[in-house]
């Protein structure tokens, strides 16, 4: 039979990463007790029993038991699913059963100690495809035949029959049917089976009493063999055939012939001894006939552990009963002794059988055959681990690294510890060291959160070891604080050896897909795979199996190799084989003969027994052809399967098989996405390149030797190149097995997108009936991250191989001076999986070809190494430079490297590519390096207008600008250098670089400059950053533009003008407007007066032109091709003045707002009418005037507004004044004398002398406006003389108007008296007695005629009045005198011209 191997994985490693679905399970008893974990030192994840499910068109199960037996774990290792846990409430006893169903489901069936029998139904494959549990999915019988005391061991034949042995060995049996038609069963009948019939069967015997029937073993006929027939065994030995009672005994004889008559007991442990196998010719008949029954008994011999006997079920007798018939015996093998038999299943009629010894896995196979012995038995085996002792470690710290660095690797490594092992071992150590006092405040990390396990095993770990100082001579004492480091971390991983010691404990075995063994541990899921040559070699070598009768001489040269290899020590081998590394890794100056003879002189030569030595030598010697034996070694550890074709057939049974495999399609597709079988693949290609690795290793070694003592026997150094080269390649994938994938958890990275992080939390649902959404990614191994889809299922050998292969690191015929394209792939494959630590390492394995320069190049870049990389770059740029500086070789492994579509790229292609990897990371300065690189070297008819684009925003980029604008005077296209400046133009002005962009010239590019930035200034929020309106206005400026600078900050003000704000934002908004106003005087001041104006566009729906001052329009010749019909708008010129209106107008907003908080002036288009209007309703006539006066606002309503004020205040007391009269309260109104009353006459008085106009408007309106408040009050008097003196006629008018008569009359009295009839003379012109012609306008002053004729036809009308007739003949007669006087003075003016000109 072939060796075989086990390969096995953990299942925290596998599983633990997956949302785990929480389901409770009901219970209808009360007053159960809850769980006490004092009482159980089994870990709560380690399970208590295993069993692997493989049914047909379903998920292949794994069943355990964990939680101290209070939960069962469905996973399912043929795809990525969830598991899913039933948590119920009271231990379950024995093993629970899933039996499949015809109706799309599985039954699982269980029994607890509380004595309830729970049916589960379960929708297989649909509940782990999200879909919800049945209404009736669990249902729950209670036991009332017997006391839950008397149960004892469970067994399910099929969904409607259940057998529980009891203490007495009696069987309880539950039974169910299930109507016609209907997928439910009915509720479970009770009976009782007892081991025998008739008198016997009432009398209690001494064995009963003593336990000796108490049954240890259940089986019958497995699924879907569905029979009631079911077999037990006894403590006494007795194998009894059931159905609806005893129908047969047996009794198992103590030793395999049956010859012995002592019969020891079996102890009180329920094992599966029993095993039902189908019958040789089965009966038509008779189904249960011939059903073989393989039974194994233990011994007590130190021999072997025990045998296997095998009966045959007979027919039927008359009375219903049957018969077992003796087969045979079978003893177990020699190695078997002192182990302990934890379950055996028979496949292919090979019995395997699953040994617990001394707490390690064996599991042992044989031919079910008579003929077989002790002899004839196979073992199973992995290789050897590590086994982790101190004096290993003592080895282990003689590389280099840090002390942790050495730890975390071996408790890392792959395979060794699970998960679960590290989780327990550091919450134990955390444990211990937080009973200690005052610890929490020296070891912080012990209670602090890190990212990953590992992160905080290596934070923990020693974190109680100091650096301790001598006392008396205050040094450091390093050594001690070394070895009490190195204690604690050998104390962590005892305890991890401790934890994994009892995680793969043997629990069951497995039939799987293809006939395969699975083997379950407590914490492990393996199966038995075929040896591929090099394992069987290597087991071989190591006496694990027994070596072939006839010997080839490639097993004489490993022969002769591991003698001398066997006879080093470690210290010696240590030194050899790191020397060996770094000769493979660099390319040797001298031949390998040469250094292989040298290693071997120095290190080697002197290790070796002088009789091994002459042993070797004369092995060597007997070689007829040493050069063919040593190729036909490398050859076999090298040697690979040849690869399977798939090709679908078609059973007898209708179903799809894969040729060359056993699985059909549909069955490869189910197992596509199983993460358990990449780890058992990943396990198989570690075991299997190891045992490569260590053949290699062995086979250096008598090379060396031979290279030294017997170079003639090498006529060529082909055999130790091909040596290396195959010990190089397998070294590589060795390191490549021992690498972790992350942390233990199956945390590979950090997760950085949010939606991925929001997908897992989405994933947890907890404690409900539906399964997770969310699965996340194992990461078992760096090689199980490797492994692609297996088309080879539960092949793993021909798995492994494939990878290998497909790999192509090892091989014999390429020299190692050259690497081809696997290292460059493998590298580049770990790099886009992220791992750029390990890609790094591997390029370190090979000397750095162009293609491995490259794939460097590229991890240096992902690691944040720029420099670096772009030394690398520029090293592969050389192949590309010109034909014949690379071979063939290289440079497929260049092409390998490089992306797809660069398979055939010039120099120029190749920049271009560099610089797109820079770029991607925004990294400018070597963006800026390659695309330049890749501009020289392009040819005429390449394209490189984008890498001009590129290089320049880079320099722009990186504040190169003097670089930029360089760069973009020498290029020649014109719309490129547009874009040039209007890109260069916008990033200074980002970033705030205005001085220096008006000091870039830009001759020839200056009109681009203005149009973008203009450009810029019309379309960009007025209130962002940058300001463009200030960029233009400083380029202007600068360039002695003063007019269009001028012109770009009025427009900004108007568009500052038309920002929407709240109250808040007015006052910094008015202020930004009022500088930009202030700053266009500035400028337009500096220019000549007939060319300070602003040319503006309005249109005709232009609100902002209401209130501005008549502007005139500015007629200029623009060409209609310019404008669009609908964008033809009016242009008109603003002046200076008008900016300057605009300005204050701006200004008295601001002061209002200022002033005047709670008056929002942003809810309506304040004018200018309205700020005075607001200054008058507040009693602020100063500030009014002066609003006024520089709006230009007429000021009738304030002088109104102040006339009325003023004839309250002499209505008021003094008191109240001042609430009235808040304008009287300044300093200079304050100083004069009076009354408030007095003063505010005399505020309006000085008011109206200051700002009346010349026709005298505004006394005018006080005047109104005091006759209308009290027409009787009294006029002031300087009110009424300015009138008199000024304008008399109005005054009387008035006193028409308001019915004032008498003063009308007084008025008019006063007028004609004051008026002088004579004409005005110079004081030079009567001095010479001339006439002032200049005067003459003075005798024009002629008496108010029309307004004295009606005041006196009003005083006359009313014959009553006396006074005012009295008034009005004394104006008659001032009157009549004023007419004499004026008859004279005409006369005396004729006169005086007469003689004026007889003078002339």
Same mark, same amino acid.
């Given at each position: 039979?072939?060796?075989?191997?086990?390969?096995?994985?953990?299942?925290?490693?596998?599983?633990?990463?997956?949302?785990?679905?929480?389901?409770?399970?009901?219970?209808?008893?009360?007053?159960?007790?809850?769980?006490?974990?004092?009482?159980?030192? #089994?870990?709560?994840?380690?399970?208590?029993?295993?069993?692997?499910?493989?049914?047909?068109?379903?998920?292949?199960?794994? $069943?355990?038991?964990?939680?101290?037996?209070?939960?069962?774990?469905?996973?399912?290792?043929?795809?990525?699913?969830?598991?899913?846990?039933?948590?119920?409430?009271?231990?379950?006893?024995?093993?629970?059963?899933?039996?499949?169903?015809?109706?799309?489901?599985?039954?699982?069936?269980?029994?607890?100690?509380?004595?309830?029998?729970?049916?589960?139904?379960?929708?297989?494959?649909?509940?782990?495809?999200?879909?919800?549990?049945?209404?009736?999915?669990?249902?729950?019988?209670?036991?009332?035949?017997?006391?839950?005391?008397?149960?004892?061991?469970?067994?399910?034949?099929?969904?409607?029959?259940?057998?529980?042995?009891?203490?007495?060995?009696?069987? #309880?049996?539950?039974?169910?049917?299930?109507?016609?038609?209907?997928?439910?069963?009915?509720?479970?009948?009770?009976?009782?089976?007892?081991?025998?019939?008739?008198?016997?069967?009432?009398?209690?015997?001494?064995?009963?009493?003593?336990?000796?029937?108490?049954?240890?073993?259940?089986?019958?006929?497995?699924?879907?063999?569905?029979?009631?027939?079911?077999?037990?065994?006894?403590?006494?030995?007795?194998?009894?055939?059931?159905?609806?009672?005893?129908?047969?005994?047996?009794?198992?004889?103590?030793?395999?012939?049956?010859?012995?008559?002592?019969?020891?007991?079996?102890?009180?442990?329920?094992?599966?001894?029993?095993?039902?196998?189908?019958?040789?010719?089965?009966?038509?008949?008779?189904?249960?006939?011939?059903?073989?029954?393989?039974?194994?008994?233990?011994?007590?011999?130190?021999?072997?552990?025990?045998?296997?006997?095998?009966?045959?079920?007979?027919?039927?007798?008359?009375?219903?009963?049957?018969?077992?018939?003796?087969?045979?015996?079978?003893?177990?093998?020699?190695?078997?002794?002192?182990?302990?038999?934890?379950?055996?299943?028979?496949?292919?009629?090979?019995?395997?059988?699953?040994?617990?010894?001394?707490?390690?896995?064996?599991?042992?196979?044989?031919?079910?055959?008579?003929?077989?012995?002790?002899?004839?038995?196979?073992?199973?085996?992995?290789?050897?681990?590590?086994?982790?002792?101190?004096?290993?470690?003592?080895?282990?710290?003689?590389?280099?690294?840090?002390?942790?660095?050495?730890?975390?690797?071996?408790?890392?490594?792959?395979?060794?510890?699970?998960?679960?092992?590290?989780?327990?071992?550091?919450?134990?150590?955390?444990?211990?060291?937080?009973?200690?006092?005052?610890?929490?405040?020296?070891?912080?990390?012990?209670?602090?959160?890190?990212?990953?396990?590992?992160?905080?095993?290596?934070?923990?770990?020693?974190?109680?070891?100091?650096?301790?100082?001598?006392?008396?001579?205050?040094?450091?004492?390093?050594?001690?604080?070394?070895?009490?480091?190195?204690?604690?971390?050998?104390?962590?991983?005892?305890?991890?050896?401790?934890?994994?010691?009892?995680?793969?404990?043997?629990?069951?075995?497995?039939?799987?897909?293809?006939?395969?063994?699975?083997?379950?541990?407590?914490?492990?899921?393996?199966?038995?795979?075929?040896?591929?040559?090099?394992?069987?070699?290597?087991?071989?070598?190591?006496?694990?199996?027994?070596?072939?009768?006839?010997?080839?001489?490639?097993?004489?040269?490993?022969?002769?190799?591991?003698?001398?290899?066997?006879?080093?020590?470690?210290?010696?081998?240590?030194?050899?084989?790191?020397?060996?590394?770094?000769?493979?890794?660099?390319?040797?100056?001298?031949?390998?003969?040469?250094?292989?003879?040298?290693?071997?002189?120095?290190?080697?030569?002197?290790?070796?027994?002088?009789?091994?030595?002459?042993?070797?030598?004369?092995?060597?010697?007997?070689?007829?052809?040493?050069?063919?034996?040593?190729?036909?070694?490398?050859?076999?550890?090298?040697?690979?399967?040849?690869?399977?074709?798939?090709?679908?057939?078609?059973?007898?049974?209708?179903?799809?098989?894969?040729?060359?495999?056993?699985?059909?399609?549909?069955?490869?597709?189910?197992?596509?996405?199983?993460?358990?079988?990449?780890?058992?693949?990943?396990?198989?290609?570690?075991?299997?390149?190891?045992?490569?690795?260590?053949?290699?290793?062995?086979?250096?070694?008598?090379?060396?030797?031979?290279?030294?003592?017997?170079?003639?026997?090498?006529?060529?150094?082909?055999?130790?190149?091909?040596?290396?080269?195959?010990?190089?390649?397998?070294?590589?994938?060795?390191?490549?097995?021992?690498?972790?994938?992350?942390?233990?958890?199956?945390?590979?990275?950090?997760?950085?997108?949010?939606?991925?992080?929001?997908?897992?939390?989405?994933?947890?649902?907890?404690?409900?009936?539906?399964?997770?959404?969310?699965?996340?990614?194992?990461?078992?191994?760096?090689?199980?991250?490797?492994?692609?889809?297996?088309?080879?299922?539960?092949?793993?050998?021909?798995?492994?191989?494939?990878? $290998?292969?497909?790999?192509?690191?090892?091989?014999?015929?390429?020299?190692?001076?050259?690497? #081809?394209?696997?290292?460059?792939?493998?590298?580049?494959?770990?790099?886009?999986?992220?791992?750029?630590?390990?890609?790094?390492?591997?390029?370190?394995?090979?000397?750095?070809?162009?293609?491995?320069?490259?794939?460097?190049?590229?991890?240096?870049?992902?690691?944040?190494?720029?420099?670096?990389?772009?030394?690398?770059?520029?090293?592969?740029?050389?192949?590309?430079?010109?034909?014949?500086?690379?071979?063939?070789?290289?440079?497929?492994?260049?092409?390998?490297?490089?992306?797809?579509?660069?398979?055939?790229?010039?120099?120029?292609?190749?920049?271009?590519?560099?610089?797109?990897?820079?770029?991607?990371?925004?990294?400018?300065?070597?963006?800026?390096?390659?695309?330049?690189?890749?501009?020289?070297?392009?040819?005429?008819?390449?394209?490189?207008?984008?890498? &001009?684009?590129?290089?320049?925003?880079?320099?722009?980029?990186?504040?190169?600008?003097?670089?930029?604008?360089?760069?973009?005077?020498?290029?020649?296209?014109?719309?490129?250098?547009?874009?040039?400046?209007?890109?260069?133009?916008?990033?200074?002005?980002?970033?705030?670089?205005?001085?220096?962009?008006?000091?870039?010239?830009?001759?020839?590019?200056?009109?681009?400059?203005?149009?973008?930035?203009?450009?810029?200034?019309?379309?960009?929020?007025?209130?962002? &950053?940058?300001?463009?309106?200030?960029?233009?206005?400083?380029?202007?400026?600068?360039?002695?533009?003063?007019?269009?600078?001028?012109?770009?900050?009025?427009?900004?003000?108007?568009?500052?003008?038309?920002?929407?704000?709240?109250?808040?934002?007015?006052?910094?908004?008015?202020?930004?407007?009022?500088?930009?106003?202030?700053?266009?005087?500035?400028? $337009?001041?500096?220019?000549?007066?007939?060319?300070?104006?602003?040319?503006?566009?309005?249109?005709?729906?232009?609100?902002?032109?209401?209130?501005?001052?008549?502007?005139?329009?500015?007629?200029?010749?623009?060409?209609?091709?310019?404008?669009?019909?609908?964008?033809?708008?009016?242009?008109?010129?603003?002046?200076?003045?008008?900016?300057?209106?605009?300005?204050?107008?701006?200004?008295?907003?601001?002061?209002?707002?200022?002033?005047?908080?709670?008056?929002?002036?942003?809810?309506?288009?304040?004018?200018?009418?309205?700020?005075?209007?607001?200054?008058?309703?507040?009693?602020?006539?100063?500030?009014?005037?002066?609003?006024?006066?520089?709006?230009?606002?007429?000021?009738?309503?304030?002088?109104?507004?102040?006339?009325?004020?003023?004839?309250?205040?002499?209505?008021?007391?003094?008191?109240?004044?001042?609430?009235?009269?808040?304008?009287?309260?300044?300093?200079?109104?304050?100083?004069?004398?009076?009354?408030?009353?007095?003063?505010?006459?005399?505020?309006?008085?000085?008011?109206?002398?200051?700002?009346?106009?010349?026709?005298?408007?505004?006394?005018?309106?006080?005047?109104?406006?005091? #006759?209308?408040?009290?027409?009787?009050?009294?006029?002031?008097?300087?009110?009424?003389?300015?009138?008199?003196?000024?304008?008399?006629?109005?005054?009387?008018?008035?006193?028409?108007?308001?019915?004032?008569?008498?003063?009308?009359?007084?008025?008019?009295?006063?007028?004609?008296?004051?008026?002088?009839?004579?004409?005005?003379?110079?004081?030079?012109?009567?001095?010479?007695?001339?006439?002032?012609?200049?005067?003459?306008?003075?005798?024009?002053?002629?008496?108010?005629?029309?307004?004295?004729?009606?005041?006196?036809?009003?005083?006359?009308?009313?014959?009553?009045?006396?006074?005012?007739?009295?008034?009005?003949?004394?104006?008659?007669?001032?009157?009549?005198?004023?007419?004499?006087?004026?008859?004279?003075?005409?006369?005396?003016?004729?006169?005086?011209?007469?003689?004026?000109? $007889?003078?002339?």
């Amino acid at each position: 039979m072939a060796s075989k191997s086990l390969i096995c994985t953990h299942v925290s490693s596998i599983l633990s990463v997956t949302p785990v679905n929480n389901i409770e399970i009901p219970t209808i008893q009360r007053d159960l007790p809850l769980p006490d974990d004092t009482h159980f030192d #089994l870990n709560n994840e380690h399970a208590s029993h295993s069993v692997y499910y493989n049914i047909n068109e379903h998920p292949t199960l794994l $069943l355990r038991v964990i939680n101290n037996s209070y939960t069962i774990q469905l996973s399912s290792v043929s795809g990525h699913l969830a598991p899913i846990r039933f948590n119920f409430p009271s231990p379950i006893i024995s093993i629970p059963f899933i039996i499949p169903d015809q109706y799309s489901e599985a039954h699982l069936i269980a029994c607890t100690a509380s004595g309830s029998v729970y049916r589960l139904k379960l929708p297989v494959p649909a509940l782990w495809r999200g879909s919800r549990l049945p209404k009736d999915w669990c249902s729950e019988h209670v036991v009332r035949s017997v006391t839950k005391d008397q149960l004892s061991i469970f067994h399910v034949s099929d969904p409607g029959l259940v057998l529980i042995g009891l203490k007495d060995g009696t069987i #309880l049996k539950l039974a169910a049917s299930r109507p016609s038609g209907r997928s439910s069963f009915d509720d479970w009948s009770e009976s009782i089976m007892r081991p025998s019939t008739g008198l016997s069967a009432i009398l209690p015997s001494f064995h009963s009493r003593t336990g000796y029937n108490d049954i240890v073993a259940f089986a019958s006929a497995p699924s879907p063999e569905f029979t009631e027939v079911a077999f037990t065994l006894s403590r006494d030995r007795h194998l009894r055939v059931w159905k609806d009672g005893c129908i047969g005994v047996t009794q198992i004889p103590g030793v395999p012939d049956g010859s012995s008559k002592s019969i020891p007991l079996l102890p009180p442990v329920q094992k599966p001894f029993i095993r039902v196998l189908p019958p040789v010719d089965p009966d038509d008949t008779d189904n249960d006939s011939g059903r073989r029954v393989l039974v194994f008994m233990p011994t007590s011999t130190e021999a072997f552990g025990g045998f296997f006997v095998q009966y045959t079920l007979m027919g039927r007798t008359n009375n219903g009963s049957r018969h077992l018939d003796f087969m045979f015996g079978q003893k177990c093998s020699i190695s078997s002794a002192g182990s302990e038999m934890r379950d055996f299943v028979v496949i292919d009629d090979v019995v395997w059988v699953l040994w617990d010894k001394h707490g390690e896995t064996m599991v042992e196979y044989c031919p079910l055959d008579p003929e077989s012995d002790e002899n004839s038995w196979l073992q199973a085996s992995s290789l050897p681990q590590p086994d982790y002792s101190p004096a290993y470690f003592d080895d282990l710290l003689l590389q280099d690294g840090s002390m942790t660095e050495i730890f975390m690797g071996a408790i890392l490594r792959p395979g060794m510890f699970s998960r679960l092992t590290l989780q327990t071992a550091l919450q134990q150590y955390c444990d211990s060291l937080l009973q200690l006092p005052n610890i929490q405040n020296s070891c912080p990390s012990l209670t602090m959160s890190y990212p990953t396990l590992s992160e905080r095993i290596a934070a923990v770990v020693g974190c109680t070891v100091d650096l301790a100082v001598d006392p008396s001579t205050g040094e450091q004492l390093w050594d001690s604080y070394w070895s009490a480091l190195k204690r604690d971390w050998e104390g962590f991983i005892a305890r991890c050896k401790d934890i994994e010691r009892n995680a793969r404990w043997p629990l069951s075995l497995g039939r799987g897909e293809g006939g395969c063994l699975v083997v379950l541990e407590r914490e492990r899921l393996g199966v038995v795979a075929t040896d591929d040559a090099p394992l069987k070699l290597y087991k071989t070598m190591n006496g694990i199996i027994p070596p072939s009768a006839r010997k080839d001489s490639a097993s004489i040269i490993f022969e002769t190799a591991w003698t001398l290899f066997n006879n080093l020590t470690t210290a010696q081998k240590h030194p050899i084989e790191a020397n060996i590394l770094t000769f493979t890794k660099e390319k040797p100056a001298f031949s390998y003969t040469d250094v292989a003879a040298d290693i071997a002189r120095r290190l080697l030569l002197p290790q070796i027994p002088e009789n091994i030595a002459h042993f070797i030598s004369t092995r060597v010697g007997s070689f007829q052809d040493l050069g063919d034996a040593l190729n036909d070694s490398i050859d076999a550890i090298l040697t690979l399967t040849d690869e399977v074709k798939l090709e679908h057939v078609e059973e007898d049974d209708g179903r799809l098989l894969l040729r060359g495999g056993s699985a059909a399609s549909d069955f490869a597709e189910k197992w596509d996405n199983s993460d358990w079988l990449k780890g058992l693949t990943a396990g198989y290609i570690s075991a299997s390149v190891s045992a490569r690795y260590q053949l290699a290793l062995i086979l250096l070694f008598l090379l060396m030797f031979i290279a030294d003592q017997h170079p003639d026997q090498l006529h060529t150094e082909g055999p130790i190149r091909s040596a290396v080269a195959a010990f190089h390649g397998a070294a590589m994938m060795r390191h490549i097995t021992l690498q972790t994938a992350g942390d233990p958890g199956g945390n590979q990275l950090e997760l950085t997108n949010e939606d991925e992080f929001l997908a897992q939390l989405q994933g947890m649902r907890m404690n409900s009936a539906g399964p997770p959404s969310t699965i996340s990614t194992i990461t078992y191994s760096l090689l199980h991250v490797l492994i692609e889809r297996n088309k080879h299922v539960f092949k793993l050998a021909e798995s492994a191989h494939d990878f $290998l292969r497909l790999n192509g690191l090892l091989r014999s015929h390429t020299d190692v001076d050259h690497p #081809l394209l696997a290292e460059v792939k493998l590298i580049a494959k770990v790099r886009n999986l992220g791992y750029l630590d390990f890609a790094r390492e591997v390029a370190e394995w090979v000397p750095t070809s162009p293609g491995v320069a490259y794939a460097l190049a590229r991890v240096r870049l992902d690691s944040g190494r720029f420099d670096e990389a772009a030394t690398l770059f520029q090293r592969v740029a050389n192949s590309f430079a010109s034909a014949g500086l690379i071979d063939n070789e290289d440079y497929d492994a260049l092409v390998a490297a490089l992306p797809e579509d660069f398979s055939r790229c010039t120099l120029a292609t190749y920049y271009r590519h560099v610089a797109n990897l820079y770029e991607e990371l925004s990294l400018d300065t070597f963006v800026i390096l390659f695309g330049k690189l890749s501009i020289d070297s392009a040819v005429p008819e390449e394209m490189v207008e984008d890498l &001009w684009d590129k290089v320049f925003r880079c320099y722009v980029s990186l504040g190169l600008y003097e670089e930029a604008y360089m760069m973009m005077v020498s290029i020649t296209r014109e719309e490129l250098r547009k874009n040039f400046i209007r890109h260069l133009v916008a990033v200074m002005c980002d970033n705030g670089e205005v001085d220096r962009l008006t000091r870039l010239n830009f001759v020839g590019f200056q009109d681009e400059v203005e149009r973008t930035l203009a450009f810029k200034a019309r379309n960009s929020d007025p209130l962002a &950053w940058p300001d463009y309106s200030k960029v233009l206005y400083a380029w202007h400026v600068f360039r002695g533009d003063y007019r269009s600078a001028g012109g770009t900050m009025y427009l900004q003000a108007r568009r500052l003008g038309e920002v929407q704000c709240g109250p808040g934002e007015f006052v910094d908004l008015a202020q930004a407007q009022a500088q930009c106003y202030l700053a266009a005087i500035n400028t $337009l001041s500096l220019i000549d007066p007939k060319n300070a104006w602003v040319a503006v566009r309005v249109s005709g729906g232009d609100e902002g032109s209401k209130n501005k001052a008549r502007r005139r329009q500015l007629c200029v010749d623009i060409p209609d091709d310019k404008f669009t019909p609908e964008a033809r708008d009016e242009l008109e010129a603003v002046q200076l003045s008008d900016v300057r209106q605009e300005y204050m107008l701006v200004l008295s907003r601001l002061d209002l707002a200022r002033k005047y908080p709670d008056y929002d002036v942003t809810k309506f288009a304040i004018g200018p009418a309205d700020i005075v209007s607001r200054y008058v309703q507040d009693g602020a006539f100063d500030d009014a005037i002066s609003a006024a006066r520089s709006l230009q606002v007429p000021m009738n309503g304030l002088f109104e507004n102040l006339t009325s004020r003023c004839v309250q205040l002499s209505r008021l007391s003094h008191e109240h004044a001042d609430d009235v009269a808040p304008w009287l309260i300044s300093d200079r109104v304050q100083s004069w004398e009076g009354t408030p009353a007095q003063r505010g006459w005399r505020y309006l008085q000085e008011s109206l002398e200051r700002n009346d106009t010349p026709d005298f408007v505004y006394r005018k309106v006080a005047l109104k406006k005091m #006759l209308d408040e009290d027409r009787f009050a009294r006029l002031p008097v300087w009110l009424v003389q300015f009138f008199e003196e000024h304008q008399p006629d109005h005054l009387i008018r008035m006193c028409l108007k308001y019915d004032l008569v008498e003063d009308a009359l007084k008025y008019s009295i006063a007028l004609v008296k004051g008026m002088d009839v004579g004409p005005r003379r110079s004081g030079k012109t009567r001095s010479k007695g001339h006439f002032d012609q200049r005067a003459q306008s003075s005798f024009s002053r002629w008496l108010p005629v029309l307004v004295l004729d009606q005041v006196l036809s009003v005083a006359e009308a009313d014959s009553s009045m006396t006074e005012r007739l009295s008034l009005a003949s004394t104006l008659r007669k001032e009157i009549d005198a004023w007419k004499a006087k004026a008859n004279r003075a005409g006369e005396e003016l004729l006169r005086n011209q007469d003689s004026f000109f $007889l003078k002339a």
